[in-house]
């Protein structure tokens, strides 16, 4: 759509209602899970509210929110919440704007290049069986947090070329550190801020002991760290080794938090559907070959994709983004003054009715190449953000959840225990509230 100066049109203040001075409707919203989605279904699209003693516009709707990715840094910046800034570090990528994040987004992504992610095919093909083959000893446990122990072995492997690293005090460190995102809390003894700052420091220390034992025995590893490390500019110069560290916390939130709460959504989905688990498991039955079940047609498993799509449209695994206005602008009458912030809602634009005919249901069937194609031009689909900061790892992510289903649905029958609350904590990204606990049942070979 076209966007006119703001003399040449007459803007207003998005409807809504900032309510108290400071306070406004940090209580409601805190107390109330619904209470964001009560003021989307009463005022559209765009609308103004007041959290955390800031003047916010929400907005939702694919055309709405690519205006706002797609006038970053002219009209807007990323700007995250709470403590998340400074447990993520200056040098982040997160943080990072203007040619500054152009320039480090392309050194990233050297690390997730086609070559090195399909390298990678058979490490996490042999953790998926390991885990696997663990899950089916167990019998009961809760999924969720076997998932973050999953994600993150991959993800410690891929970034720093750690084994196990769950296990070790890295894995530890990042429990602490993660826990406190979205903590409004001053760092005070013994409070779940204090410990996330500790918890940062802690995996500085340990990423620095890593660096130096490569830098002493010559060692050169296939994964991004190694990428990063090597890495020279034009001048010669290399990235510093604070802004190192900081890329690969930031990596190592994104290659484990959100793939966890993607695996967790698509177990819940196959479990609540078993329709669709048949049809995925007669497509397997196509895909494996009987003769050596570790040789799977990846690209013939085009049902199975479509359940991985509409899993993440369902349940993204990022919610809700954070940007703030830095040159006040306009959008289809509704002004966006400067300093204010900008909430945009991912999980509510993916279920718009007028794109989406029955938005909360699980129909994988529906979810069409063409119509994934369509969709993903538009930010009415972007289960990993858009513009320019789409997540750089997410060819890494699908390799890994596709890894991931088809082992699952090939080797394993499970059934999700009684009584237990099935709905979502959403930030810092969407878990179930009772961790997912089920029972995988035994079977004869």
């Known amino acids: 759509m076209m966007m006119k100066p703001i003399s040449e049109e007459i803007s207003k203040l998005p409807p809504g209602d900032l309510g108290l001075p400071f306070i406004g409707s940090t209580f409601q919203m805190l107390s109330n899970k619904d209470f964001i989605e009560e003021l989307y279904r009463e005022n559209g699209n765009i609308f103004k509210t007041r959290i955390f003693g800031a003047r916010t516009i929400i907005v939702v709707g694919g055309e709405n929110i690519n205006f706002v990715l797609s006038n ?6 990323a700007y995250p919440l709470g403590t998340m800034r400074k447990l993520f570090g200056e040098y982040s990528l997160s943080l990072q704007t203007g040619a500054v994040h152009q320039s480090r987004r392309k050194i990233l992504k050297t690390a997730f290049s086609t070559r090195r992610v399909l390298s990678y095919k058979e490490k996490i093909q042999s953790i998926t069986n390991s885990y696997i083959n663990k899950w089916k000893r167990q ?22 070329g750690i084994d196990n690293g769950s296990e070790t005090k890295i894995g530890k460190y990042f429990e602490d550190w993660s826990a406190g995102f979205f903590s409004f809390s001053p760092p005070l003894p013994f409070t779940k801020t204090k410990r996330a700052f500790d918890g940062r420091k802690k995996l500085l220390s340990a990423f620095d002991e890593i660096i130096k034992n490569r830098e002493n025995n010559s060692i050169d590893c296939n994964d991004a760290l190694s990428s990063l490390l090597s890495f020279k500019f034009e001048d010669g110069s290399s990235l510093s080794r604070e802004e190192v560290k900081d890329q690969i916390l ?10 966890t709460s993607a695996l967790s959504s698509l177990c819940l989905n196959l479990s609540l559907n078993p329709d669709v688990l048949r049809v995925c498991q007669e497509e397997q039955d196509r895909c494996i070959s009987r003769v050596d079940s570790s040789k799977r047609d990846f690209d013939s498993m085009t049902f199975l994709d479509q359940v991985l799509w509409e899993s993440l449209r369902l349940v993204p695994p990022v919610v809700i983004g954070f940007r703030k206005v830095i040159k006040t602008c306009s959008f289809n009458g509704y002004l966006f003054p400067k300093d204010w912030f ?8 993916h279920n718009n009715p007028d794109i989406y005919s029955d938005p909360t249901n699980f129909a994988p069937e529906d979810f069409t190449v063409s119509r994934f194609q369509s969709l993903s031009k538009s930010s009415d689909y972007m289960p990993f953000g858009g513009g320019m900061r789409e997540c750089i790892g997410k060819d890494f992510a699908m390799l890994e959840m596709k890894i991931f289903a088809s082992s699952l649905i090939s080797n394993c029958e499970w059934k999700l225990l009684p009584d237990q609350n099935l709905e979502y904590s959403v930030l810092p990204v969407p878990r179930p509230k009772d961790d997912l606990q089920v029972k995988f049942i035994k079977t004869t070979d």
């Open 72 to 77: 970053e840094n002219k009209y807007f910046q």
């Open 139 to 160: 019998g009961d446990f809760k999924w969720y947090p076997e998932l973050k122990k999953y994600t993150l072995d991959i993800a410690c492997k891929f970034l720093i």
């Open 250 to 259: 930031v990596l190592l939130f994104a290659g484990h938090e959100t793939i």
């Open 342 to 349: 900008v909430w945009y809602f991912i999980s509510y634009t």
